[in-house]
């Protein structure tokens, strides 16, 4: 590590904050050592926050029906090969009741842009929800809508909403996604979302097709200026159905060294370790919390369409019962000597 690459790792966690091109030269000098001393700060900065609790997020995969045909992801529009399938409303509240008898408080909701999903029956599976496990935090993560639809789905009860701007350049967001997508809409679905009072998740693929340095250290400054609750990241994953099928996969290394800068810019942000990283990487995800995470987000959906909700190639946990799931996040994570809790988990700020 040189002193520059020191200096600028003590310079985040004292003040949370760097230039842009400061974040640049964080990661082009990037080593094994600057990893590890990134990855200290970054759990001493959560320590107080979290500690080494883990917050599980039931996730359920409600539709693999989308009108978006984003050039990386395995069920976009264009893929003719996938079985499509959305779950109804009685089987989402069925998977939801499973998520709460196994100790999940937060159930995530998440889908391809189908429009089978209007106001009135999202709200309604997410007023269900709410109705039957008041003590449950229900994050939505749907894709962009109209600011009006935002409210209705509040009014119905949700709490958060995933939305990663998954590049904030615009140039390359437009290589990533065809023409009809733009980070303009992206980023006023992310306003909006904020104004109306949702604890808001932001975030974007490592190693996307096109992404440079400086796009990173663009997505870092923005992660910064927003200062969102919660925050995805993982690597990019080639999907052989797509056009970046022929793509390199985000790697492991550059994934981790971006959680811990992410720890470092927002203190409190709930940072998941994500599936992507579990898939490129058998312990990725053990490595993620070791790095600074405290999310994790097992698989509640009905073994049946598991396999469908195929975003990239080789996706784990598609083959295992929900219980399962949950029993093997806990023994996993015991096992470096981090705790599985059960709470709600709003972002530390929300609590103050
Ligand atoms: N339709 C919703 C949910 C998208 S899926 C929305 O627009 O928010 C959730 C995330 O999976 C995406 O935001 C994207 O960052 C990620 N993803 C999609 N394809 C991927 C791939 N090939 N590799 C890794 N992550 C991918």
């Known amino acids: 590590m040189t002193e520059t690459v020191r200096k600028l790792i003590e310079k985040l966690a004292r003040t949370h904050s760097l230039t842009e091109e400061e974040y640049a030269a964080l990661i082009d000098g990037r080593d094994d050592e600057a990893a590890a001393l990134l990855a200290q700060y970054a759990v001493a900065a959560r320590e107080p926050y979290y500690g080494k609790k883990v917050f599980a997020r039931?996730?359920?995969?409600?539709?693999?029906?989308?009108?978006?045909?984003?050039?990386?992801?395995?069920?976009?529009?264009?893929?003719?090969?996938?079985e499509r399938y959305r779950l109804e409303p009685e089987v989402i509240a069925a998977c939801?009741?499973?998520?709460?008898?196994?100790?999940?408080?937060?159930?995530?909701?998440?889908?391809?842009?189908?429009?089978?999903?209007?106001?009135?029956?999202?709200?309604g599976i997410v007023r269900d929800i709410k109705a039957a496990h008041p003590d449950v935090a229900v994050?939505?993560?749907?894709?962009?809508?109209?600011?009006?639809?935002?409210?209705?789905?509040?009014?119905?009860g949700a709490d958060r909403y995933l939305l990663r701007h998954e590049t904030a350049d615009p140039v390359h967001y437009a290589r990533l996604h065809p023409s009809e997508l733009s980070l303009d809409t992206?980023?006023?679905c992310l306003r909006d979302l904020k104004?109306?009072?949702?604890?808001?998740g932001i975030g974007c693929m490592v190693g996307s097709p096109f992404q440079?340095?400086?796009?990173?250290?663009?997505?870092?400054?923005?992660?910064?200026?927003?200062?969102?609750?919660?925050?995805?990241?993982?690597p990019f994953i080639p999907h052989h159905d797509t056009p970046f099928k022929y793509e390199p996969a985000g790697t492991l290394k550059l994934t981790l060294y971006l959680l811990s800068v992410i720890r470092l810019i927002v203190p409190d942000v709930l940072l998941p370790a994500t599936t992507a990283l579990g898939t490129i990487h058998p312990l990725g995800r053990e490595m993620g919390m070791k790095a600074g995470a405290n999310v994790i987000m097992p698989n509640l959906s009905p073994l049946a369409v598991r396999k469908q909700?195929?975003?990239?190639?080789?996706?784990?946990?598609?083959?295992?019962?929900?219980?399962?799931?949950?029993?093997?996040?806990?023994?996993?994570?015991?096992?470096i000597g981090y705790e599985v809790v059960v709470d709600r988990g709003d972002a530390a700020r929300a609590a103050r």
Do not use: W
């Open 186 to 188: 992206r980023m006023r």
């Open 212 to 234: 440079t340095t400086a796009h990173l250290a663009k997505d870092l400054k923005f992660t910064e200026d927003f200062q969102p609750e919660m925050c995805g990241i993982g």
């Open 139 to 156: 994050t939505l993560s749907m894709g962009e809508r109209s600011f009006e639809s935002y409210k209705a789905l509040k009014e119905a």
């Open 195 to 200: 104004a109306l009072g949702y604890q808001v």
């Open 309 to 335: 909700y195929m975003l990239y190639d080789n996706k784990i946990c598609t083959g295992d019962e929900s219980a399962q799931c949950r029993a093997c996040l806990d023994n996993r994570m015991a096992a």
């Open 96 to 123: 939801a009741d499973e998520g709460y008898a196994l100790g999940f408080r937060t159930i995530v909701l998440q889908g391809g842009e189908d429009a089978f999903y209007t106001d009135e029956v999202l709200g």
């Open 58 to 82: 039931g996730l359920i995969e409600i539709s693999n029906i989308c009108k978006n045909n984003c050039f990386y992801c395995g069920i976009r529009r264009g893929n003719k090969n996938v």
